[in-house]
C-alpha cells in the first residue's frame, strides 16, 4: 500500500492531499482572499498566507483522509514554477515532515501535475483515463499549451502562447469591463446570458500550435474605448453581450489550434487541464469535438481544475512506482517547463 501526502504551495491556494495506491482520500484547499483587493496575487502576502495555512491543511487533509502521519509513504510537493516565497513554504514543509518522519521527499512540476490530475481515482474502479499518447490543453492564469503527452513522466510542450494565456485575456479584459478579479469566472457566468456573436474580436494569425491573447485584449481595449466615446453607459448596458461573444473568440482560438495539432498528429486522446478548463464554453466545445470529430475527450472535475494538492500526489505516486525522490538539499524554481 503506498500513501502520498501531496502539498501544493506554488501560488495563492494552499492544498494538501492524501492518495492511496492511485485512489483519492482527501484534497484541502484554502484559497487567500487577501489578494482580491489589489486585483492580482501579491507574492509577498501568499507567501504569508501559505505559513499560516499549511500545518491546519495538511492537519485536515490526513483528518479528512483517516490516516495518521505514520502511514503516509512519501512526501511530494511542488518544487515550481511559481512564485519563489509560495513555493519556499511547500518545499520546507515536506522538508521538515520527510526528516521528522524519515520518509521520502518526491518533487512534482505543477504543469505535469495539472496534466497528471486525469489519473486520480475516485475509487479503486475507476478506469476512467486517458490512453497514451493523448493531447491536453493545459490552459490556466499563466499558462496555454499543448502538450503532448506520451507518458506519466514524459511530455513535450508542442504549442503555447507567445505573449499572455487564455486566463489572462479573461482577467484583463474582465478587469476593462470592472468585473472583477479574477474575472474569468465572472465573465463565464455573464456570457450564459449573452449573444456570443454579437461582436467580433480580431484572431491571431499564427503558424504551427502557438498561441497568441494579447492582440484580442488591445482589440478589445480600443473597442470599448470607441464605444465608450459614443455612451458612457455602453459596458453596463452590453455587459452580457460582450462576455459572450469574448468568451466565444477565446474558445475559438484555443480549439482551432487544439484541432489542428489533433488532426496532424492523428490523436484523438484529448484532455484540458487548469483553471480555464473550469469554463462552461470550453467543456461545451469539447463535448461537440468529441461528437463531430470523434475524439475520446478528457474533462477534470472541477475540484481538480484550479490548483490543488491532489494532483501533486498522483504525480508523486508515480514517481514513487519509479523511484525518483528528491534530495534534501532540493531548492524551489521559479520558471520552468514540463
Ligand atoms: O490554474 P489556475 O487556478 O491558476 C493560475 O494559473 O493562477 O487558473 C486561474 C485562471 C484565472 O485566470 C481565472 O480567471 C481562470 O483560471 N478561470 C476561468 C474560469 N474559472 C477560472 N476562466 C474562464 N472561465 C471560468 N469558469
Not at 15 to 30: E, F, P, T
Not at 257 to 273: N, R, T, Y
Request: proline share 3%.
Amino acid at each position: 500500500m503506498i500513501t502520498i501526502l501531496g502539498i501544493e504551495s506554488s501560488c495563492d491556494d494552499t492544498s494538501a492531499a492524501v492518495i492511496r495506491d492511485g485512489v483519492i482520500l482527501s484534497n484541502v484547499i484554502a484559497g487567500q482572499a487577501v489578494h482580491e483587493r489589489y486585483g492580482g496575487v501579491v507574492p509577498e502576502l501568499a507567501s504569508r498566507a501559505h505559513q499560516q495555512n499549511i500545518i491546519p491543511v495538511v492537519h485536515d487533509a490526513l483528518k479528512q483522509a483517516g490516516v495518521l502521519k505514520e502511514e503516509i509513504s512519501a512526501v511530494a510537493f511542488t518544487r515550481g514554477p511559481g512564485l519563489l516565497g509560495s513555493l519556499l513554504v511547500g518545499t520546507s514543509f515536506a522538508k521538515g515532515f520527510s526528516s521528522a518522519l524519515n520518509i521520502p521527499m518526491i518533487e512534482v512540476n505543477h504543469l505535469q501535475a495539472h496534466v497528471l490530475a486525469h489519473f486520480i481515482k475516485e475509487d479503486k474502479d475507476d478506469l476512467n483515463q486517458p490512453a497514451f499518447p493523448f493531447l491536453c490543453l493545459l490552459v490556466s492564469g499563466g499558462n496555454s499549451q499543448i502538450i503532448l503527452v506520451k507518458n506519466y513522466d514524459n511530455m513535450e510542450i508542442i504549442g503555447k502562447t507567445i505573449d499572455d494565456a487564455a486566463g489572462e485575456a479573461f482577467d484583463k479584459c474582465a478587469k476593462v469591463m470592472g468585473l472583477g478579479y479574477p474575472g474569468g469566472p465572472v465573465v463565464d457566468r455573464l456570457a450564459k446570458m449573452g449573444n456570443s456573436d454579437k461582436y467580433i474580436f480580431s484572431k491571431p494569425r499564427l503558424e504551427g500550435y502557438d498561441y497568441s491573447f494579447s492582440g484580442l485584449k488591445t482589440s478589445f481595449l480600443y473597442f470599448l474605448r470607441d464605444e465608450l466615446k459614443q455612451d458612457s453607459d455602453f459596458i453596463e448596458k452590453n455587459k452580457n453581450d460582450l462576455c459572450a461573444s469574448l468568451q466565444k473568440t477565446i474558445v475559438d482560438i484555443l480549439m482551432d489550434k487544439l484541432l489542428k495539432a489533433s488532426e496532424d498528429l492523428g490523436i484523438k486522446e484529448v484532455a484540458v487541464a487548469g483553471g480555464v478548463s473550469a469554463n462552461s464554453s470550453l467543456r461545451s466545445a469539447f463535448e461537440e469535438y468529441s461528437f463531430k470529430y470523434g475524439w475520446r475527450i478528457h474533462i477534470p472535475k472541477f475540484a481538480y481544475t484550479t490548483d490543488n494538492a491532489a494532483m501533486v500526489a498522483i504525480s508523486g505516486y508515480y514517481k514513487y512506482l519509479d523511484n525518483e525522490f528528491a534530495n534534501h538539499d532540493v531548492a524551489p524554481y521559479a520558471r520552468v517547463l514540463i
